[in-house]
């Protein structure tokens, strides 16, 4: 549950509500838009120089299908919000997070006045810093999240997170909110590094997405699947724990990733071991049969292939 302090700041009436309760206007397309389009633009609600800022989501008002021309997270701090996305329709419970990437089309149903939801606009540049804080080890589903994030092409472009019972991501989100509305030296930095934390976390959390299609369902899941078995899984053993035909899934990967089943494992593979020679002593041929290979002439032929460099000259140089 959210701080109550900072839900009674979230909680009170704005202008732009008072003028919309009192029935003088709809939405003030002023503020969000500049001539007839509807795209919202983050130069109407960042200041200059800011990449990112939050304000309480504007209630009592239909908003109608729009995209913007930033990053939008939704936190539902109470109560729920109905939001359409690219057609899908989301029910935002409190402690759900919605990650809106750049171009996903968005529709609000209107709210009542204990329905209380913070919009986080956040520049894409913004990122740069969390991203990174996760991409030391990168891999398909954290490459999967990002695109998403992104709005790349054949990606969903948003994310829906189902994590109102996860603590740390929780008391993360309310750290956020806190320093936003805190005059606090190094700000900027501090919320980059609290939403690359944010980040890890969702990651690890991912079975607690929810999917706009069955077959973005499927691809997470082989992604999930890699990430826990890349030591010792199969292919032939996942499409049975999956329920399909071998070929058919093989088939499917290779469609939506660009990538097999065994190049996904070796990439998995290869970060992890990466990961283990930057940030750990170990042998480098303990290292390889760690992340699942028994012939250590292979290991270091096919590191060098992806790396420029053998395991040892690649630990030297990050150190």
């Known amino acids: 549950m959210i701080h109550q302090e900072l839900l009674e700041k979230l909680s009170q009436i704005t ?28 130069e109407k609600l960042l200041e200059k120089g800011k990449l990112i800022t939050i304000r309480p989501h504007t209630r009592f008002v239909h908003f109608p299908e729009h995209t913007h021309n930033y990053v ?11 939001h359409y996305v690219n ?10 997070l919605l990650f809106l990437g750049q171009g ?16 986080f606009i956040i520049l894409p540049q913004f990122f740069d810093r969390p991203i990174e ?19 790349a092409s054949g990606s969903p472009g948003y994310l829906y997170f189902k994590v109102a019972d996860v603590l740390p991501i929780q008391n993360l989100v309310e750290n956020l909110l806190w320093t936003m509305f805190s005059d606090v030296p190094n700000k900027r930095s501090m919320n980059q590094m609290t939403m690359g934390l944010l980040f890890t976390h969702l990651v690890n959390q991912s079975e607690r997405l929810a999917y706009e299609s069955k077959e973005e369902e499927m691809i997470l899941e082989v992604f999930r699947y890699i990430e826990d078995h890349y030591q010792s899984g199969s292919l032939a053993d996942l499409a049975d724990k999956m329920h399909y035909d071998f070929y058919w899934l093989s088939r499917q990967i290779k469609r939506r990733t660009g990538k097999t089943y065994t ?6 593979r290869l970060s992890q071991a990466a990961y283990l020679l930057q940030n750990t002593t170990l042998n480098v041929d303990r290292i390889g049969e760690m992340v699942g290979y028994s012939n250590m002439s292979f290991f270091h032929d096919i590191f060098q292939k992806e790396f420029g460099m053998t395991p040892k000259k690649y630990r030297d140089q990050q150190r």
């Not at 939008?72 to 109905?82: A, I, P, R």
Request: aromatic share 4%; charged share 30%; with cysteine.
């Open 133 to 151: 804080m996760i991409s030391e080890r990168e891999t398909p589903l954290h490459r999967f999240l990002v695109e998403c994030l992104g709005g």
């Open 104 to 119: 996903a089309k968005q529709e609000i149903e209107a709210a009542s006045e204990g329905d209380i939801a913070v919009n």
């Open 263 to 268: 190049e996904l494992v070796r990439e998995k």
């Open 87 to 96: 057609g899908t329709r989301i029910e935002l419970k409190a402690g759900e």
């Open 15 to 42: 202008d732009e509500e008072q003028s919309i309760l009192d029935g003088r206007t709809g939405i003030d397309r002023a503020l969000y838009v500049s001539g007839g389009g509807n795209v919202i633009e983050a």
């Open 72 to 82: 939008e997270v939704v936190y539902m701090c109470q109560g729920q919000t109905v």
